[in-house]
């Protein structure tokens, strides 16, 4: 158990930058990061919370997050009507998905406790400054 453990403190070891946000902004703020990890929702903190900084980091995560979903349902949803090998490609689809998922819930609970951190694989992505 212990070397599952090293192997996801290593995992989710990744930048965080939350000292660069002002605590009140980071505050005030949580509930909008929180929705960006939550699909769709993203567009909710996009206009409400346009000039919060802290707000708008878990923005870029969640559209970047929400992107790779999509991309994941069209290839693998697209090859699962393959006759014969489409079930191999569900079964890649659900696995791609609940990673998706694991990274959302990383996000949130990194929102939800105040933190910018970045996800692991995908938060070097920057889609919005």
């Known amino acids: 158990m212990a070397d ?3 192997e996801f403190n290593r995992f989710t070891n990744t930048k965080d930058t939350t000292a660069e946000y002002a605590p009140e902004d980071i ?3 949580k ?5 960006a990890y939550l699909s ?3 567009l909710i903190p996009l206009i409400a919370a346009k000039d ?3 707000a708008r980091f878990h923005c870029n995560q969640g ?3 929400a992107i790779i979903e999509i991309v994941i349902w069209a290839i693998f949803g697209a ?5 014969f090998v489409g079930w191999i490609f569900i079964i890649i689809n659900s696995v791609l998905s609940l990673g998706c998922l694991a990274l959302a819930i990383i996000g949130i609970i990194n929102a939800a406790n105040g933190n910018a951190k970045e996800l692991p694989l ?5 889609l919005i400054k």
């Open 79 to 83: 090859l699962s009507f393959i006759p």
């Open 63 to 65: 559209i970047v997050l």
């Open 4 to 6: 599952f453990n090293e």
């Open 27 to 29: 505050q005030n703020n």
């Open 31 to 35: 509930v909008m990061a929180i929705l």
């Open 52 to 54: 919060s900084k802290f």
């Open 122 to 126: 995908i938060g070097h992505i920057k």
């Open 40 to 42: 769709w929702l993203v």
